[in-house]
């Protein structure tokens, strides 16, 4: 047996802990028995099958294999630990999944096939491997490709593609049926256990990694989030449904033309979000099993029927430290829970690993089995709804679908459920588009452009007349829909048509950004630096155009760079005497981050009006950072005013002199980030919050991130982050950066031949021998390739991890305020 030390340095983690009465955690193997385990199984005599990873980013001088192992973990003298281990299979790479299928078959999903093996002569090595799909595509990272399989009780297996970094691809099953793409996000797909008949059946995902179909027939997926739109998501997969994520759009998940909870017409919303990292979900005892690999614990789910949907309530069963990282499930056939623990934060291979065993006092409902991995799994039985949505779902696979007629009225239903299946099943019935429903309602009308959507997936044109008809509709959601149809499928002799209803006074602001990013897509081919489309040169025609109203022009505002050469101050100023107080908001801030000297004696007349709002002062003596000098005695005065007076409070951040934060200072633990939540003050001010968020003196948050399309795309874009997690893991990732790292964001360290370092995010370059950074200040610095000594990794993050000592509590809590107020979200 080979053995791996861990590395120098490595500290004994401390053991999870088990959160309910009625189970316990055992460990049942640890490194050097085997190192980073990913997936997991039970094979036909009770074994447990784990994939050894050793090919996910392997360092140099890596002691291991150079390629991915199948080992065989067995007890033989019942002490409950692991100590007789083998190789069943070896030879793969970037290993994602494994489930046993029917006897005799192992099935295994690698980033680029999936495969199943067979020991046919009872030897414990797998000799017969027959290859069921096949992945061409020219994306090779690791774990953005084949992933999460499954099957159901009908003799189908289900398994995901990941977003592949948007690379096109070719997915070729054993009996040469395919599905091709690129570009769209994940995806779920279905096809016999044989490798025959391949079919897509849901897109609009980042990394569906684990993926379940249940003894009802509902297939559950979990989903990893993109680098800056969490939470993780919980899924019902339903066929045709779209999940709402397009990596075309950019990594952040953010773009106006995705979706990640339902946001856009004819998108799927999540059934809960989940912790950071989901990799395995399993029905056991009436719940959901999740692994949260990011969040180092395991979760459950109990599902609460809402009509033929879902809704879910979370609870935390194990919870580790940061040396607790979870990654798949095996139900043992005497109904323990195993799963596998990669145990540290890092990607690259390293040495480590565990697996656990979860033991239950009663064996739950859904206990494992030898006859295939559908288990009972005892969750909630359908609704007479979702019995209508299964029933139609059957009947389709059988040849048989409901008659249009039966389906139409469901199209315009509020039950998700109902409305995506009825769509889809009509589609299945008419087998081809009906005719354009010009009298019908917006319920009618987008039905027919989900269906033509999900056919041009498949390689079918797009309707143009639709396409000219649903741009122009009154439905603002059939016009939402079908802009968005156009960005995705670059139909760019609409472009005159997007562009002319940007004049149009119903345009709400929902629809207003998404057209402008359909513009930006159709000219450009492609996304601003990270994800974030570039309004500028748009934004400014509507600023111009005499018909837009004010609510546009204080979107426009909103979206467009403060030191663009073309904003006109003196128009901005006229605007900050708007009647309308969002145009009126919008202005004064924009002057107040315009960083030319020409807004200055602007921002002093502003501040100085005693009528105005003292919000609307205080921003604009926010402004007068940096500048202030002339005005000092004014600013004194001003400070002068009582502590919870909003024009005091700017003028003491501008004249004070602020402490930035120690790039060395220890990072808080968690009791005491526990303790400064209980101590923070019950209300805090959003507004002062965001200058703090914006200003120099202040957090100086925007020189490394966005909020509502102002400030820097260093770091994720902050805009709606408090809905999306707790309260302690948002401080935790203000006071701690460098705790959780997501990939885009890891700083690389580059020296460069005068022997310069820089540290800086790595960017893609569109001219050949350079490479471009993004720099800790948010500049952007391109760099010759002949001029690049050495590069490696950080292991840290480029924000400073001081901020927990320099902030005051009535900082924190007004920083929070403002990523918590709901008045800060677009519509």
């Known amino acids: ?131 069921l799909v096949e992945l061409k595509t020219p994306g090779n990272y690791p774990h953005n490709g084949l992933c999460g399989l499954a099957f159901d009780q009908e003799g189908h297996l289900y398994f995901g593609l990941g977003e592949n970094l948007g690379e096109p691809y070719t997915l070729v099953a054993r009996d040469g049926t395919q599905c091709q793409g690129g570009g769209e996000g994940g995806n779920i797909y279905r096809m016999t256990i044989e490798g025959q008949s391949l079919e897509q059946i849901a897109t609009g995902f980042w990394n569906p990694f684990g993926i379940h179909v249940d003894s009802y027939g509902r297939v559950w997926a979990v989903d990893n989030d993109p680098d800056a739109s969490p939470p993780c998501r919980l899924h019902r997969v339903l066929p045709g449904g779209d999940y709402g994520y397009q990596f075309r759009f950019g990594r952040t998940g953010r773009h106006p033309l995705q979706a990640w909870n339902g946001e856009l017409p004819g998108t799927m919303p999540m059934v809960a979000g989940t912790g950071e990292a989901p990799c395995a979900v399993l029905p056991l005892g009436g719940r959901l099993w999740v692994t949260s690999w990011g969040d180092n614990r395991i979760e459950t789910y109990q599902l609460v029927p809402y009509g033929a949907w879902f809704r879910a309530i979370r609870q935390v069963v194990v919870q580790g430290d940061e040396h607790f990282r ?80 039966q389906l139409a009225p469901y199209f315009g239903s509020g039950d998700v459920a109902l409305r995506q299946v009825a769509i889809w099943a009509d589609l299945a019935y008419e087998k081809k588009l009906a005719s354009w429903p010009a009298e019908a309602d917006g319920a009618m009308k987008l039905a027919r452009m989900q269906q033509a959507r999900w056919l041009a997936l498949s390689g079918q044109e797009l309707p143009a007349e639709w396409l000219r008809l649903a741009l ?278 580059v020296e460069l031949e005068d022997g310069r370092i820089l540290t800086g995010l790595s960017l893609p370059a569109s001219t050949p021998g350079i490479e471009r950074f993004l720099l800790s200040d948010g500049t952007v610095q391109v760099v010759p390739l002949a001029e690049i000594a050495s590069r490696r990794a950080g292991t840290g993050s480029l924000m400073p991890s001081g901020y927990f000592y320099t902030l005051s509590l009535q900082d924190w809590s007004d920083l929070l305020a403002l990523l918590g107020d709901e008045s800060q979200g677009a519509e």
């Open 326 to 405: 979870p990654v798949d499930f095996a139900l043992s056939p005497n109904g323990e829970l195993y799963f596998t623990d990669w145990v540290d934060k890092s990607y690259p291979v390293h040495g480590q690993g565990r697996v656990w065993r979860l033991v239950f006092k009663a064996p739950p409902a859904g206990a494992g089995s030898l006859s295939g991995e559908v288990t009972s799994s005892d969750l909630p039985p359908p609704t007479s709804e979702e019995a209508l949505v299964l029933s139609w779902i059957t009947a389709v696979r059988k040849g048989e679908p409901p008659r249009a007629e």
């Open 472 to 749: 122009q509709d009154a439905d603002p959601q059939v016009r939402l829909f079908a802009v968005r149809l156009v960005a995705e499928f670059r139909q760019r002799e609409f472009r005159d048509l997007l562009e002319a209803t940007l004049n149009d006074r119903r345009l709400s602001p929902r629809l207003f950004q998404a057209t402008l990013a359909a513009l930006e897509w159709l000219d450009q081919g492609n996304v601003s630096l990270r994800g974030e489309p570039s309004y500028d040169e748009y934004a400014l025609r509507v600023l111009n155009a005499s018909d837009s109203s004010d609510e546009l022009r204080a979107v426009a505002l909103q979206m467009i760079d403060p030191d663009e050469p073309r904003l006109d101050v003196r128009r901005l100023e006229s605007w900050a005497h708007a009647r309308s107080p969002r145009l009126r908001r919008e202005a004064v801030r924009t002057l107040a981050l315009r960083t030319a000297e020409d807004t200055t004696a602007v921002l002093v007349r502003l501040a100085e009006q005693q009528q105005r709002d003292r919000q609307e002062r205080a921003d604009a003596i926010m402004g007068l950072e940096g500048r202030s000098e002339p005005y000092r005695d004014t600013l004194r005065k001003w400070a002068s005013l009582p502590d919870r007076d909003p024009v005091g409070q700017a003028a003491r951040q501008v004249l004070e002199t602020h402490r930035l934060p120690d790039p060395g200072a220890q990072p808080p633990t968690d009791r005491q980030l526990e303790e400064l939540l209980m101590r923070l003050p019950r209300s805090g001010d959003p507004d002062r919050g965001w200058r703090l968020f914006f200003s120099k003196n202040g957090a100086r948050c925007a020189s490394c991130h966005r909020l509502q399309g102002r400030g820097s795309s260093v770091g994720p874009d902050l805009t709606g982050i408090a809905a999306t997690t707790t309260r302690l893991k948002l401080v935790q990732s203000i006071a701690d950066p460098a705790r959780e790292v997501a990939p885009l964001y890891t700083p690389w360290l």
């Open 1 to 131: 047996m080979c053995h791996y030390a861990a590395p120098s340095g490595w500290l004994e983690a401390e053991s999870p802990r088990v959160l309910v009465p009625d189970c316990s955690l055992a460990l049942f193997a640890e490194h050097p028995q085997i190192v980073t385990p990913i997936a997991a199984t039970f094979d036909h005599k009770g074994r447990l099958l784990v994939v050894e990873c050793h090919t996910h980013f392997p360092p140099e001088n890596y002691a291991g294999p150079r390629v991915d192992r199948i080992r065989i973990m067995e007890d033989t003298n019942g002490d409950g630990r692991a100590d007789r281990i083998r190789t069943f299979w070896e030879g793969s790479r970037a290993t994602m999944s494994l489930r046993r299928g029917p006897f005799p078959w192992i099935y295994v999903a690698t980033r680029m096939e999936i495969f199943r093996i067979a020991d046919q002569d009872a030897d414990d090595v797998a000799e017969t491997v027959e290859r």
